[in-house]
């Protein structure tokens, strides 16, 4: 790989910046070094954890102070997108983290939390709110009772979206679960499929090339095949595959999607 052939730089984050927030080897130095060398960097997330405005913390404390939140896309970014060119009235009921509930808040969209712990609970949610739109993403603390209110909100007639659906959150431990086990419970229960807005869909491409200016060279780093990889030879990038994450080299074996490249992390690919 020649980085020389590219003037914009689109990373993944989970498996291929961080396990868990803590940074992978090489990951700092080669962010740096693009930063210094003026090139455009952008990162595009499915996890929805996180608002933008978090995420450049976190990239402070991992030793990456330059990062605006502009630069950051991520799925709950996306998603509350998408909902702000629909929205009409009533609340967006969010099964997941904080970084949707922020995300479509900064529209002045109302939400409320799926994170109920009885029957009783779930009806006064039904009950006393007018529920347009079901949300679900990553949510790490989901009980039964929070997949029964975003389950029968779907049921009742809220338009139901998912920012992703990824099978695994990679981490130190190996994989775990991602927010794909959160959507599956709820469309099982409310026999309906979300619309998913994350990669590898035209609802993040068409966002993110309001960033992109025709003739720049794209290379996009990701670490699963069926989202990052993907995502990028559908809309005609090259793509990078770090095997920091969540595919092994026993993956690509006659696997539909292949990438560019392949590397084993970005340490692999830092300019020595």
């Known amino acids: 790989m020649d980085i020389d052939n590219y003037n914009t730089f689109i990373f993944d984050c989970d498996g291929v910046l961080w396990l868990l927030g803590e940074p992978l080897k090489g990951a700092v130095e080669f962010l740096n070094y693009l930063h210094d060398e003026n090139q455009k960097i952008l990162f595009v997330t499915n996890n929805s954890t996180l608002s933008d405005v978090e995420y450049t913390k976190k990239f402070k404390r991992i030793g ?24 009409k009235e009533g609340k967006v009921l969010v099964l997941g983290e904080q970084g949707i509930h922020d995300e479509i808040g900064a529209h002045g969209i109302p939400t409320i939390s799926a994170h109920v712990s009885s029957m009783e609970e779930v009806n006064d949610v039904l009950s006393n709110n007018h529920i347009t739109y079901v949300v679900v993403g990553l949510d790490r603390h989901a009980s039964y009772y929070a997949y029964a209110v975003a389950g029968l909100a779907v049921a009742n007639g809220a338009k139901f979206l998912a920012t992703n659906t990824d099978a695994q959150l990679p981490s130190k431990y190996g994989g775990l679960p991602g927010a794909g086990h959160n959507v599956v419970a709820v469309e099982t229960v409310s026999n309906t499929k979300a619309i998913v807005t994350g990669k590898p869909t035209k609802f993040m491409y068409d966002y993110l090339k309001t960033f992109l200016n025709e003739g720049d060279s794209c290379i996009f780093f990701g670490d699963r095949l069926e989202t990052d990889i993907l995502f990028a030879n559908t809309f005609g990038m090259d793509s990078c595959l ?9 993956m690509l074996d006659g696997n539909s999607v ?13 300019p020595r």
């Open 242 to 250: 770090v095997l920091s994450g969540v595919t092994t080299p026993e």
């Open 64 to 87: 990456i102070e330059w990062v605006e939140r502009e630069q950051i896309l991520t799925s709950a970014k996306i998603n509350a997108f998408v909902i702000s060119k629909h929205y």
């Open 258 to 270: 292949q990438p560019t490249y392949v590397k084993d992390g970005l340490f692999s690919v830092l």
